[in-house]
C-alpha cells in the first residue's frame, strides 16, 4: 500500500512551526517511514503531484499569495491544519490589524527612522504578491479541521497528532502539550 | 439550631454553611467551579458569568447565588462548559492576546481557563480592537489590549487598598478601565505594592522589570490545570 502523503507550507509565518517539526529528532526518521512529503518546503516540491491525506499550514494569510496557497491546500488535502499561534489568530504578523495599512506602509517604506529609499516611494511592482487590509487566520479564509497551538507547538504535540491522525486513532493529548505560547 | 445545610452539586450532597455561596460551598469541597471576575478575598461581583451553574435547572452566577437546603445544582455538564468556553472564546476575541510574548503567560487565569475548558481556536472572529497602554508609571504599566473588564483592580484598590484608582468608564464594547487621575497612571496614588496590581487575573497590569522570571515548564499553569489546588481538597474533605 501506498504511504499515505503529507503537505505543509508556511505562509505568514517565521518558519518556527517547521522547525519545531524537525525537532522530533530521530522520530523523524520513523516519519519517513510513516508517510511521504509532497508540496512542502521540506522537500521543495512546488505543485501538489496528487491528493494529500494532511496539510499543515503555519502562519495566517497576509497578501494575496497566502490565501491562493491557502485554498490550493485545501482542494488537495482531506484533512487541513492550523499549526501554531499565527495560523490560528493571526499571531506576530497580526499585530497591525488595527493600524491603517497605509500608515503601516508609510512607516516600512517612507517614515520609519531607518528606512533608505530615494525613490520615495511604497513598492507596487506586479511581481509583489498584493498585501491584505488585515491579516486573517486560516480558519477565517477556508476551513480548518483541526487546530495546533503554540509559538511554535512543542514537536511532542505535532508528533502525538500526527501519529494520531494517521493511525486513525483519537487526539488524546495530555495536558502539557496544549500551550499558547 | 444548626446553621449546617445540605444541597446536591452533579448529583453528589454536600455540606454547607448557611449564608455562603455556591462558589465558597464548593471550594470548601473540593469542587472547583471556574470563574474570573471572584477572588476570594473580594465581594461578588457576578460579572464574567463563567461560573454559570444550574440551580434546580435554572441559570445562577455561583459566585454571587447563595446556597439554600436541598438545592441542586449541576456544574460539571458539557453544555455549560461550552457555555464557559465560548465567554473565554469571547475575551480572547475581544482582546489582543498574544500569548507568545505576553509577560503573565503560564501564570494567567484567562488562558489556563482556555486550556482547562479546551479551547483550540474561538469560534468568534477576532475583532483586532485598537486599545492603548499606559506606561506612564515608574513601577507598573496596564495594558489595556488584555484587560477582560473583571473589576478586580477597581474592587481591590476600594475593598483592600483602601484607595480609589481604577474605575469602569463606558458602556458596552467601549467599556475601559480608567484612572482616577487628571493625566495618566502615574498622576494616580497607586502603588506597586496594592493588592490591586496582583490580583489582576490577566496580563493586562503588571509590575515592570518582573518579567519572564518563571521559566517555562516551572509557571503555574504549565503542567496543572487551574482549580487543581481547590479540586486537591476533595482527597483531604473525603478522609475526615
Ligand atoms: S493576558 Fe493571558 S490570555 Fe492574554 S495574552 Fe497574556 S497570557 Fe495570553
Ligand atoms: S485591568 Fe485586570 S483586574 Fe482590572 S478589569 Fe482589567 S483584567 Fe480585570
Ligand atoms: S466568577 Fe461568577 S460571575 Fe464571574
Known amino acids: 500500500m501506498a504511504k499515505p502523503k503529507i503537505a505543509t507550507a508556511s505562509l505568514a509565518g517565521c518558519f518556527g512551526c517547521h522547525m519545531s517539526l524537525l525537532d522530533i529528532d530521530d522520530r523523524i526518521l520513523k516519519l519517513v517511514e510513516l508517510v511521504d512529503f509532497d508540496k512542502s518546503p521540506v522537500d521543495d516540491i512546488k505543485k501538489f503531484t496528487g491528493r494529500c491525506a494532511v496539510g499543515l499550514i503555519e502562519g495566517g494569510c497576509c ?4 490565501v491562493h496557497n491557502l485554498q490550493y491546500f485545501r482542494e488537495n488535502c482531506d484533512i487541513l491544519i492550523s499549526v501554531g499561534e499565527c495560523a490560528i489568530m493571526g499571531g506576530i504578523p497580526a499585530m497591525r490589524n488595527n493600524i491603517p495599512l ?3 506602509l508609510d512607516e516600512a517604506y517612507l517614515n520609519g527612522p531607518t528606512v533608505y529609499n530615494p525613490s520615495g516611494k511604497i513598492p507596487g511592482d506586479k511581481e509583489l504578491p498584493l498585501i491584505l487590509d488585515r491579516v486573517y ?3 477565517e479564509v477556508v476551513k480548518m479541521d483541526y487546530y495546533l497551538p503554540g509559538c511554535p507547538p512543542p514537536a511532542d504535540l505535532l508528533w502525538q497528532a500526527l501519529v494520531a491522525l494517521l493511525e486513525n486513532k483519537p487526539m488524546d493529548l495530555p495536558y502539557e502539550v496544549i500551550k499558547y505560547d | 439550631m444548626s446553621d449546617k445545610i445540605k444541597f446536591t452539586m452533579d448529583g453528589v450532597e454536600i455540606e454547607a454553611t448557611q449564608g455562603q455561596t455556591i462558589m465558597q460551598a464548593a471550594d470548601e469541597a473540593g469542587i472547583y467551579i471556574p470563574r474570573l471576575c471572584a477572588h476570594k478575598d473580594l465581594l461578588p461581583f457576578g460579572s464574567c458569568r463563567v461560573c454559570t451553574v444550574m440551580v434546580n435547572d435554572r441559570p445562577q452566577a455561583a459566585c ?3 446556597v439554600s437546603p436541598g438545592m441542586a445544582v449541576d456544574s460539571e455538564t458539557p453544555e455549560l462548559n461550552d457555555i464557559r468556553r465560548s465567554i473565554v472564546e469571547m475575551l ?3 482582546g489582543n492576546h498574544y500569548c507568545a510574548f505576553c509577560e503573565k503567560s503560564g501564570n494567567c487565569e484567562l488562558q489556563a481557563l482556555g486550556y482547562r475548558l479546551g479551547m483550540l481556536a474561538p469560534r468568534y472572529p477576532y475583532m483586532f480592537n485598537k486599545h ?7 513601577d507598573i504599566y496596564i495594558d489595556h489590549n488584555r484587560c477582560i473588564l473583571c473589576g478586580r483592580c477597581v474592587r481591590s484598590s476600594k475593598e483592600l487598598d483602601g484607595k480609589n484608582v481604577f474605575q469602569f468608564v463606558g458602556r458596552g464594547i467601549h467599556k475601559r478601565v480608567a484612572f482616577n487621575s487628571d493625566t495618566d497612571l502615574s498622576g494616580t496614588d497607586v502603588s506597586v505594592t496594592d493588592r490591586a496590581i496582583e490580583n489582576c ?3 493586562a497590569i503588571l509590575k515592570k522589570r518582573s518579567a519572564y522570571a518563571v521559566p517555562i515548564g516551572k509557571r503555574k499553569y504549565d503542567s496543572q490545570p487551574i482549580g487543581s489546588d481547590i479540586e486537591s481538597r476533595k482527597a483531604a474533605v473525603k478522609q475526615s
Open chain 2, 201 to 203: 487575573p490577566v496580563g
Open chain 2, 92 to 94: 480572547f476575541v475581544e
Open chain 1, 63 to 66: 497578501n494575496e499569495e497566502n
Open chain 2, 64 to 66: 454571587t447565588q447563595p
Open chain 2, 132 to 138: 492603548d497602554v499606559d506606561a506612564s508609571h515608574p
Open chain 1, 137 to 139: 487566520p486560516c480558519h
Open chain 1, 102 to 104: 497605509k500608515e503601516c
